[in-house]
T-cell receptor, first 114, second 112 residues
Framework: DAGVTQSPTHLIKTRGQQVTLRCSPK?????VSWYQQALGQGPQFIFQ???????QRGNFPDRFSGHQFPNYSSELNVNALLLGDSALYLC?????????????FGPGTRLTVL | LAKTTQPISMDSYEGQEVNITCSHN???????ITWYQQFPSQGPRFIIQ???TKVTNEVASLFIPADRKSSTLSLPRVSLSDTAVYYC?????????????FGPGTRLSVLP
C-alpha cells in the first residue's frame, strides 16, 4: 500500500515565477492538507482540502492556492515566488472520519527560490 | 490557540529512557495532546495522542497530569534510530487544521 506521495522531490525556481506541487494521498484517504516547513522550524499549516473544496486555511497569503481532484489528489500552487518561500512543502492525508491527528505525511518537495 | 513549549534539544545514550516534557499552560477543555516524530528529509510521523492520565502504545508512553498543563513523552530504551525531532501539539479535534500548530520541536540526539 503506497503511502502519501509527492512530486517533484526537488525544485528550483527564481523570484516571481509560479510553481505547482503535487500530492497523491494514501489509499482510502479523502482529506489532504498542505504544510510549509522552513529550515529548522516546525511545519506550518497552509490549508486543507476535502470534497474538492478548501475547508480550512492557515495564515498564508492568497499567492498560495490549491486544488483537489475527484480522485482526492491535490495540487499546491504558489504565484509570484519570493525568496522566503524556499522551504520543504509537506502534504498530509487522512480519512475524514478517522482520528484527525493520525494524518500521514509525504516526504515533501524541497523548493528553492533563487 | 494553546501554545506549547519544549526543550530545544536533548542528548541521550542508547538503552536509556528518554522523557521529553511539553508545557501547554492555556490548554482548552476540548484540546488533545499529540506527539509527532520527524526524521531529516521526511514528513512527521504520528507517535501518540492523549487527553488525560496515561496512554501507552508499542512505541511510547504519554503522561498527562490532572491539570493537563504539561505532558511528558517517554521513549523506553532509545536506540540510535530514535534520533529525530519530536513535536508536541495541542489542538481541538474538530478544528485540528487551523489549530494544528507545530512549534520548533525537541531535537533528540541518541549517542552510542
Amino acid at each position: 500500500d503506497a503511502g502519501v506521495t509527492q512530486s517533484p522531490t526537488h525544485l528550483i525556481k527564481t523570484r516571481g515565477q509560479q510553481v505547482t506541487l503535487r500530492c497523491s494521498p494514501k489509499s482510502g484517504h479523502d482529506t489532504v492538507s498542505w504544510y510549509q516547513q522552513a529550515l529548522g522550524q516546525g511545519p506550518q499549516f497552509i490549508f486543507q482540502y476535502y470534497e474538492e473544496e478548501e475547508r480550512q486555511r492557515g495564515n498564508f497569503p492568497d499567492r498560495f492556492s490549491g486544488h483537489q481532484f475527484p480522485n482526492y489528489s491535490s495540487e499546491l500552487n504558489v504565484n509570484a515566488l519570493l525568496l522566503g518561500d524556499s522551504a520543504l512543502y509537506l502534504c498530509a492525508s487522512r480519512f475524514t472520519s478517522g482520528s484527525p491527528h493520525e494524518q500521514f505525511f509525504g516526504p515533501g518537495t524541497r523548493l528553492t527560490v533563487l | 490557540l494553546a501554545k506549547t513549549t519544549q526543550p530545544i534539544s536533548m542528548d541521550s545514550y542508547e538503552g536509556q529512557e528518554v522523557n521529553i516534557t511539553c508545557s501547554h499552560n492555556n490548554i482548552a477543555t476540548n484540546d488533545y495532546i499529540t506527539w509527532y516524530q520527524q526524521f531529516p528529509s521526511q514528513g512527521p510521523r504520528f507517535i501518540i495522542q492523549g487527553y488525560k492520565t496515561k496512554v501507552t502504545n508499542e512505541v511510547a508512553s504519554l503522561f498527562i497530569p490532572a491539570d493537563r498543563k504539561s505532558s511528558t513523552l517517554s521513549l523506553p530504551r532509545v536506540s540510535l534510530s530514535d534520533t529525530a525531532v519530536y513535536y508536541c501539539l495541542v489542538g481541538d479535534m474538530q478544528n485540528y487544521g487551523q489549530n494544528f500548530v507545530f512549534g520548533p520541536g525537541t531535537r533528540l540526539s541518541v549517542l552510542p
